[in-house]
Nanobody
Framework: QVQLVESGGGSAQAGGSLRLSCAASGYTGSVNCMGWFRQTPGKEREGVATIYTYGIDSDTSYADSVNRRFTIARDNAKNTLYLQMNSLKPEDTAMYYC??????????????????????WGQGTQVTVSS
């Protein structure tokens, strides 16, 4: 079992920045694919960014809507996943969730994955961007 707890959400002005954190605990060595998803009322949860770690290396993927604005990173020593969000837009307003699971290949850890593809989820943290 892996437990995930997000933090760092809040309010920001358009053009501003926020950094989300996701603290992982439990059998964290069992997960090598982690990601950030977001959801707004009435819509499906969508992938924002994923990271596949193998040894000291990692591969990342991003949704087109956040590419070059958001950066995902994992600190294995701290068992923490991050999402640095820059140049925020009002359309980034959503509940953000951290997710984790095991994948046998980096090709299977892609931002296009759906909610059903991850076993472990955090409770979410709200991000609100005003214009």
């Amino acid at each position: 079992q892996v437990q995930l707890v997000e933090s760092g959400g809040g309010s920001a002005q358009a053009g501003g920045s926020l950094r989300l954190s996701c603290a992982a605990s439990g059998y964290t060595g069992s997960v090598n694919c982690m990601g950030w998803f977001r959801q707004t009322p009435g819509k499906e949860r969508e992938g924002v960014a994923t990271i596949y770690t193998y040894g000291i290396d990692s591969d990342t993927s991003y949704a087109d809507s956040v590419n070059r604005r958001f950066t995902i990173a994992r600190d294995n020593a701290k068992n923490t996943l991050y999402l640095q969000m820059n140049s925020l837009k009002p359309e980034d307003t959503a509940m953000y969730y951290c997710a984790a699971d095991f994948r046998s290949s980096g090709y299977l850890c892609d931002v296009g994955l759906s909610q059903a593809d991850f076993r472990y989820w955090g409770q979410g943290t709200q991000v609100t961007v005003s214009s």
